[in-house]
T-cell receptor
Framework: KAGVTQTPRYLIKTRGQQVTLSCSPI?????VSWYQQTPGQGLQFLFE???????NKGNFPGRFSGRQFSNSRSEMNVSTLELGDSALYLC??????????????FGSGTQLSVL | AQSVTQLGSHVSVSEGALVLLRCNYS??????LFWYVQYPNQGLQLLLK??????LVKGINGFEAEFKKSETSFHLTKPSAHMSDAAEYFC????????????FGGGTRLMVKP
């Protein structure tokens, strides 16, 4: 069974541009969550989608957005990139989105560098 | 509000020695606690989780953690370190109705000396 797949693996953008990251969850998983990992702020929750609906949202500006498609694949978009958006963006999937009852599987992430 | 504090951003042990990684949490409701491990250039992998059943939780790769409510702690231990345990370890907390929204600690990098 394939794991959580994130594309691209690496991305370089300049300030002011926008970027779209993609995540394909494990087959059958309906919940997709996104996390930002930086050396300074650590791991921070961005948002979670379940059955195409945003269920939870972290404390990030509106420049960060996401969506989920009917096949459970998810994308996140960051508009008007800032230097501070440089980070590893991790996607995680689970069957129904309850970390207390089931296992959360993480992808290897997309490393975004903003110049 | 919830938070997690991991004491020691770097811990170094000798191969075969006891591993002890510290985690203290703050939560206004009964917490659910997790330990994850991250190897270089990889995502996070669940080691173990506490969900209010047994206070001593056994995980993969010989790791275990004990939930101590009076100390608000959930320290991770392994009796004998192996070189392959070198990685970064994250403690996380969530509530029962928070879906997959986890609050992570700052992480502890474990180094294992031969």
């Amino acid at each position: 069974k394939a794991g959580v797949t994130q594309t691209p693996r690496y991305l370089i953008k300049t300030r002011g541009q926008q970027v779209t990251l993609s995540c394909s969850p494990i087959s059958g998983h309906r919940s997709v969550s996104w996390y930002q990992q930086t050396p300074g702020q650590g791991l921070q929750f961005l948002f979670e989608y379940f059955s195409e609906t945003q269920r939870n949202k972290g404390n990030f500006p509106g420049r960060f957005s996401g969506r989920q498609f009917s096949n459970s694949r998810s994308e996140m978009n960051v508009s008007t990139l800032e230097l501070g958006d440089s980070a590893l963006y991790l996607c995680a999937s689970s069957l129904s989105g309850t970390a207390t009852n089931e296992k959360l599987f993480f992808g290897s992430g997309t490393q975004l560098s903003v110049l | 509000a919830q938070s997690v504090t991991q004491l020691g951003s770097h811990v170094s042990v000798s191969e075969g020695a006891l591993v002890l990684l510290r985690c203290n949490y703050s939560s206004s409701v009964p917490p659910y606690l997790f330990w994850y491990v991250q190897y270089p250039n990889q995502g996070l992998q669940l080691l173990l989780k506490y969900t209010s059943a047994a206070t001593l939780v056994k995980g993969i790769n010989g790791f275990e953690a004990e939930f101590k409510k009076s100390e608000t702690s959930f320290h991770l231990t392994k009796p004998s370190a192996h070189m392959s345990d070198a990685a970064e370890y994250f403690c996380a907390v969530t509530q029962g109705n928070a879906g997959n929204m986890l609050t992570f600690g700052g992480g502890t990098r474990l180094m294992v000396k031969p």
